[in-house]
DNA sequence: AGTGAGGCCTGAAAGC
DNA sequence: TGCTTTCAGGCCTCAC
């Protein structure tokens, strides 16, 4: 489920328990995840500082005092929760209970397509899940020069370039969709036919609709809850995900045109206006 | 090498 | 009402 602008509000939000405390402990009620929490991932984390908490891509780091990082991915349904102490009743999957000295995070994952392992700090960039990611979208070496290299030659949508993390991180099934929407693309566009003033507008949109959607506490379309309990209102501000049939918010035309339009790309929907869209 | 389909899991919503 | 099918913010693996 959460793309960018969603594990950014979760870090944000989760700062509070887990910055600068002690990890008492990691409690795991279930290993099973994309990869399996390593057996000793308790012995790893307890008793260790929180020196900072970072973000990279889709993934949660959080840097301990001992030298290693957690790295936590939230897959689709991945979500937490804050408690001052540790709920006396537990759902069916809140798998996984991290008390600090300053609060409890308790980690809900129904599908559990989340992941949650460890390495060492200064082996980040070469971390098998870290280490081919592509650029962050504020990363000053994405440029449209960037995108149309990487481009070249790519008979596939557009679309899916966008969702490729080793091209651009962090962006998922809704803000491609969106992304395309400002910067007039349509998404079954080859990605090798996208021009220089197109790519310069894929950049613009993509930090500008992340970035909003970050200020807006990132979008809640089926589940996405903050730790807090609170819904994202990014989903407010979308143009066009989930809105098939409907009039996009810039349409000059009318709804005899179908409206919004739904297809199936890489078998994940894409939503997008073909009057505006070329 | 690059691409598309299928799979991992569970549950909500839609369809019959 | 109840059963079946479809779909979901991600990503990996396997065939061609």
Redesign the pocket.
Known sequence: ???LP?VETIKNMVKGVLLDSIIEKAEIRQR?F?EEIPQNFAQIVEKQKVVALRRI???MLIDLSNGYTVIW?????GKFRIFAAKPEVLG??DHVIITTDKGVLVYND????GLITYCETAKISEN??LGKLGLDPWDEKLTAEYLLAKLK?????IK?GL?D?EII?G????YASEILYKARIRPDRE?DSIKKTEAEKIVLYTREILQKAIEAG???????KNPDGD??YFQNQLCV??KSGERCPDCVCNLKTGGIK?I??????TFFCETLQK
């Open positions: 489920m959460p793309e969603e099973k994309r891509a889709k993934y991915h939230f897959g689709m349904s069916k999957h129904t599908r559990r397509f098998h899940l030659n790519k008979k596939q949508p899916l969702l993390q991180c962006i998922g099934n809704i990605g990132g979008s809640t379309i089926h589940d996405f819904t994202g995900y989930g739904k199936v790309q890489g078998s994940r929907s």
